[in-house]
C-alpha cells in the first residue's frame, strides 16, 4: 500500500472485437416518455451531443416527441457533492426506515421508495470521486452489461461496485507541453512526474484544484502510489510541484486547453484530451511520465429515487452501444471505448508503451480520498508559489 505499485501492461486497453453487447435493435428505447434528467462530467460538447442523440433515437423508436432528456455540465467532484447534497435527507431517512431490514432484496426496495432524487443518472468523468461516493449508498444497482464484448476494467467497475455502477471510457492521466514556449523559453522537455519539481518550471504548470476536480485526485492518487518512498515521498513531490504551479484551475481539462493556447507551458491532464488538441493543430506534445501513471474509467450511475427510472436505465444501456461510443470519438473525445466492437479512435496508439500503475483501492475509499484533499487544502495549497 505506501510501496512501489506494481507497473503493468494492460493488453486489455486495445481489445479485440467480440460478440457485439449492443443490439440493432433498440427495443429499450420503446415506451420512454416524460422527462430524464442528468448530470454529465464530459466536456460540454460530448455532453450535448449524447443527450441529443438519445432524445432523436428515442424519438425514432416511439414516433413522438413525447419524451425529453436534458443534462446539466459539472466537474466529477463538483457534480458528486451536488448530487449528495441534493439527497442528504432522503439518505437519513433511509437509514431509519430501512437499516435495520436484513433482507437484501427487501432493503433495496425500501431505499428505492425513501429516496426522492432530482436527477435520475450521472455519467461520464473520473472514477475516484465515484468510488467514494458508494459510502452514501445514493447509487442504485443496475443490471450493466458485463459480457465478452464489455472491456474488463469496464466489467470490474460493475463487480467492485457491487452493480452500482457502470464504465464507458477509460482515460490516462499525464501532462502536455507547448513546444513553442518550451523552445522559447530555452528550457528541456520534461519525460517524468519528478520533472515537474525542477525550479526552472516555476511558474509554468497549471492543473485542477483538488476540492473542485477529480482530475485532482486522480493526480494525487498517482503521486500517493508512483514513487518507492510511497505516501511520503508521494507528499514531498507534491510539495515540490506545488512552488511551480502558476493556477490551480476549477476543471481538470483546462489546464491542457491553456497549454494547448500557450497561456502556460505545462498543463496536466488526460492524455485523450491532450491528443485531441494536437490533432486540432495546437503546438502541444503529450507525456506519458516515466514513473508510471494511473488511469480513469468513466462512470455511469443510476441514482436512487429516479423519477424516470425506466429511461435512466435505457440511457445507462445507450451508453454501451457502439454507435454512442463511436459519437465520442467524432466529438474529439480520444479515450478507449467499453465496447470492444468500438473502434479506438486515431491517436490513442501512442499510448501503446505506458506503463499503467496497479490502482490501490485503498486510495478509492472515501475518507482517505477526504482526509488526503483537506491535508492538501490544509497544508500545500497555503504555501507560496
Request: glycine share 10%; net charge positive.
Amino acid at each position: 500500500m505506501k510501496t512501489l505499485s506494481k507497473i503493468i501492461l494492460t493488453a486489455s486497453l486495445f481489445g479485440v472485437a467480440a460478440q457485439s453487447y449492443a443490439s440493432n435493435d433498440k427495443d429499450y428505447l420503446k415506451g420512454l416518455s416524460g422527462e430524464m434528467i442528468s448530470y454529465c462530467s464530459n466536456e460540454p460538447g460530448p455532453c450535448a451531443a449524447l443527450i441529443k442523440a438519445f432524445n432523436e433515437e428515442v424519438a425514432q423508436a416511439n414516433g413522438n416527441n413525447s419524451f425529453k432528456a436534458k443534462t446539466v455540465r459539472l466537474s466529477t467532484s463538483e457534480m458528486i457533492a451536488r448530487v449528495k447534497g441534493e439527497l442528504e435527507k432522503s439518505g437519513a431517512a433511509s437509514k431509519r426506515k430501512c437499516g435495520k431490514i436484513t433482507d437484501v432484496t427487501k432493503a433495496e426496495e425500501c431505499k428505492e421508495s425513501v429516496y426522492k432524487s432530482k436527477v435520475d443518472i450521472v455519467f461520464h468523468g473520473t472514477d475516484d470521486p465515484y468510488r467514494a461516493a458508494l459510502a452514501d449508498d445514493f447509487f442504485s444497482p443496475y443490471n450493466y452489461p458485463t459480457g465478452s464484448s464489455v472491456q474488463p476494467w469496464a466489467v470490474a467497475i460493475t463487480k467492485d461496485s457491487d452493480s452500482r455502477l457502470g464504465g464507458a471510457y477509460l482515460g490516462v492521466l499525464g501532462f502536455g507541453y507547448n513546444t513553442e514556449l518550451l523552445a522559447q523559453k530555452g528550457l528541456a522537455a520534461p519525460v517524468c512526474w519528478k520533472d515537474l519539481e525542477k525550479p526552472e518550471y516555476k511558474g509554468q504548470i497549471v492543473m485542477a484544484n483538488w476540492n473542485t476536480s477529480g482530475t485532482a485526485y486522480k493526480f494525487a492518487s498517482t503521486m500517493m502510489q508512483a514513487f518507492p518512498g510511497g505516501e511520503q515521498e508521494g507528499w514531498d513531490t507534491v510539495r515540490a510541484i506545488h512552488k511551480n504551479i502558476a493556477q490551480y484551475s476549477k476543471s481538470g481539462s483546462k489546464g491542457g486547453k491553456m497549454a494547448a493556447r500557450g497561456e502556460t507551458t505545462i498543463g496536466i491532464g488526460f492524455a485523450h484530451d491532450i491528443i485531441s488538441l494536437g490533432q486540432k493543430g495546437f503546438p502541444i506534445q503529450l507525456v506519458l511520465p516515466c514513473e508510471g501513471t494511473l488511469f480513469e474509467i468513466g462512470p455511469i450511475g443510476i441514482l436512487r429515487g429516479a423519477k424516470n427510472r425506466q429511461a435512466a436505465e435505457a440511457f445507462a444501456q445507450f451508453l454501451y452501444e457502439t454507435s454512442t461510443q463511436q459519437l465520442l470519438a467524432n466529438e474529439g473525445i480520444l479515450s478507449f471505448p467499453s465496447n470492444v466492437n468500438t473502434i479506438p479512435p486515431k491517436g490513442v496508439e501512442v499510448l501503446n508503451g505506458v506503463k499503467l500503475l496497479e490502482a490501490d483501492s485503498y486510495f478509492a475509499d472515501k475518507k482517505v480520498k477526504n482526509d488526503i484533499i483537506q491535508k492538501w487544502t490544509n497544508e500545500v495549497f497555503p504555501l507560496p508559489r
